[in-house]
């Protein structure tokens, strides 16, 4: 009977996956399982005649079915599969992690400057916005800011332990563009009262009003996307909640 063999590899970086099922069914209905050995490599002992072969692994989304007309041996029959959470780009994510520093040097550089030309239309001293609409500028320049440190510092981690995938750029952009707006309405929320904290034998009260609290307070905000964002969802719900009470 002619021997069907190959191998399993990753998706992109070709390496090799051991311990994969592989499964070869006939046109008759016939079918054979085997798992591939500690390299990857997987063989078959087949009739001759039309073969469907599919491979699975745990982590991994099922391979294309592929199909071949078995009527010698036939070796290099390699199947590629892709992982449920993505495939590695190491060069992608560094150009991405320039990209993200790049950013927050510009945001560095327009957030002086502005500061320096907006608040009287002409160079002035460096002062924090209290006043509305400016203000809420100065809420979103800080939560961007949170964000970007926020990124830069999770893909030089997964950078270092080869985990990111390029299907999460997406997701990275998406906080990127949204969080500062959480954060503004957050903030807003929250200025519109105090909180007093127990620390020790001291007490500690927080006033968004003050300035030096208001932007420490967004840029910690920008910091924590998934957090930030199950706040407003919680909060959403309660009010929606209470709303169909009534």
């Known amino acids: 009977m002619p021997i069907l063999s190959g191998t399993i590899y990753r998706s992109r970086t070709k390496e090799r996956i051991p311990g994969a099922l592989v499964k070869a069914t006939s046109r008759e209905k016939q079918y054979m399982v ?3 050995d500690e390299n990857g490599n997987f063989k078959f002992d087949l009739a001759s005649g039309q073969w ?3 491979a699975f692994h745990n982590d991994s989304f099922p391979s294309d079915l592929k199909s071949i007309d078995l009527t010698e041996d036939k070796s290099g029959f390699d199947i590629y599969l892709s992982r449920l959470t993505g495939e590695d780009d190491t060069k992608e ?3 991405f992690f320039w990209v993200l520093v790049g950013l927050l040097i510009g945001l560095m550089i327009i957030y002086v400057i502005a500061h320096l030309f907006l608040p009287s239309g002409k160079l002035s001293s ?3 916005w209290l006043d509305n609409p400016l203000r ?3 809420i979103l320049l ?3 800011g949170g964000i970007l440190v926020n990124k830069i510092l999770m893909v030089g981690w997964w950078l270092r332990s080869r985990r990111f995938y390029r299907e999460g750029v997406i997701m990275h952009i998406s906080h ?3 969080t500062p707006l959480m954060v503004l309405v957050v903030t807003l929320l929250l200025s519109l009262v105090e909180f007093n904290f127990a620390l020790a034998d001291n007490s500690l009260t927080l ?3 003050k300035p030096e609290l208001l932007i420490s307070f967004s840029f910690i905000l920008g910091t924590i996307p998934w957090s930030l964002w199950s706040l407003i969802e919680n909060a959403g719900r309660r009010f929606t909640e209470g709303m169909e009470k009534q």
């Open 34 to 36: 085997r798992d591939a």
């Open 136 to 138: 809420y500028l100065e």
């Open 126 to 128: 460096f002062q924090f």
């Open 93 to 95: 994510g560094k150009v």
């Open 176 to 178: 990127l563009l949204v």
């Open 207 to 209: 006033d968004l009003a």
């Open 142 to 144: 800080w939560g961007l």
């Open 52 to 54: 469907s072969v599919i």
